[in-house]
């Protein structure tokens, strides 16, 4: 971890945003709220919450007061980690199935939006991550979308019978369940593992960190 | 390995509410609106029969919309669908679970079906939205299982105003609840008849246990970030959008003024060339009968 606390940004245009601020904090990083651009340039990584994608797609798209799109995917390509949870899965998603919504296109898989049905199949189950402890976590799915497929560079995380749940791509993270529900900080702590790592390669004078490389956690 | 799939919890149904926080929920009552409210960036859509504002002129019984209507809306949109019961009326609840609606509204803007008792909400696998005038009220509501709960404010009029007075009530009351001695919140229980439990809850964290959103007479993008500025989560707009002039503008411009609702800058940018508002009526020229808000307890 670094010695200073990591500036750690959540989109706040909508959605389940206080939620990831308390896990932030809890974890020991400095939580921000994210709606403009120019707010940016002062965070080491990026949180995009649950929330539906249609609104932040028309929050972000043609419509938008400034670039913040371009600006993400900018500091993205350029190795800044960003985390999707649920909707921030599919706004980082190459290919949304039977859709053309406004996205960030970055991560290399196809997803499925509300994939289980309307709110009555939401539902919350014990999911192994096995690259991060042998105990399985909580997790909650609220109207969630499953990842259909994950290209050559995608490492596979979790998977539950309906289909791929957690994913990583480089400094890309996506879940499709929302750990910011619960008191389990796992993948919160996982996530500043990959900005941590990004630093170090920052200051390593390291050209790109989109590399693969996996680092564990310890809990 | 066999995991079991724990649908219905109190996580799973207080979170669906969370996933709309900063949104708008709009009315509509037709397919046609449903989309121009998705695409206008809507978080939700509830699905009626007639708008609160059309409920008030037109009188008589007002019901469940007919289940035909609620599934051609849910059809017709990704995001989630909402639709009301009457006060008390659980048969319409289960009705509306069957239909796969996400989430249900008790509502007083339709008839109350059972001027004693609420829907007993913890039997349902999907979450309910109750509307509250005060702190008492809405820990009631929350205490038979809401999962949300909105202000009534006075539904179908474009006025604010009782919007406002019930935002700034259960707010003010859980302010006062954060600062008062340990002795006195089971005699404040008991004053706003609420369950204790949820008072020492309240009192503890600062806000209520589930998503808070106001509803009831917001018809502006000013109006909107009014009600964020004061402490809601998100807002629900009624007749204000498909009452107005140019819905489709309107509805977008609520939409962003919720989101940067602390910003004047853009809030005045989407404010302008809006068309007709919804004529609306004020909160004080009705009667006691036409009050909507005075349902349920």
Redesign the interface.
Known sequence: MPTSRPVVGVLALQGAVSEHMRLLDACGAHPVEIKRSKELAAIDGLILPGGESTTIAKLTGAEAFDAIMDDIKERALAGMPVYGTCMGSIFLAKEIEGSNQGRLGLMDIKVRRNAFGPQRFSSERQVPIPQLRDEPLNAVFIRAPIILYCGPGVNVMASIDEGIVMARQANLLVTSFHPELTDDALVHRYFLSIIAENECNLKSGAVSTRSSVFAPVST | ?V???????N??KK??P??????VIMDVVNAEQAKIA???????VMALERVPADIRISGGVARMSDPELIAGI?DAV????MAKARIGHFVEAQIL?SL????IDESEVLTPADEEYHIDKKEF???FVCGARNLGEALRRIGEGAAMIRTKGEAGTGDVVEAVRHARTILGEIRKLTVMAPEERMTYAKEIGAPFELVNQVADEGKLPVVNFAAGGIATPADAALMMQLGVDGVFVGSGIFKSGDPAKRA?AI??AT??HNDPE?LA?VSRNLGEPMVGRTAKSLTPQEALALRGW
């Open positions: 390995m995991t079991e799939i724990k649908t219905g919890t996580l799973v979170a669906l969370q996933m709309l926080k900063g949104g998705e695409e206008a960036g809507a978080v939700a849910i990704s995001i989630p669908v679970e796969g609606v996400d989430c696998t999907i979450p977008l939409v962003k989101t940067f853009i940018q």
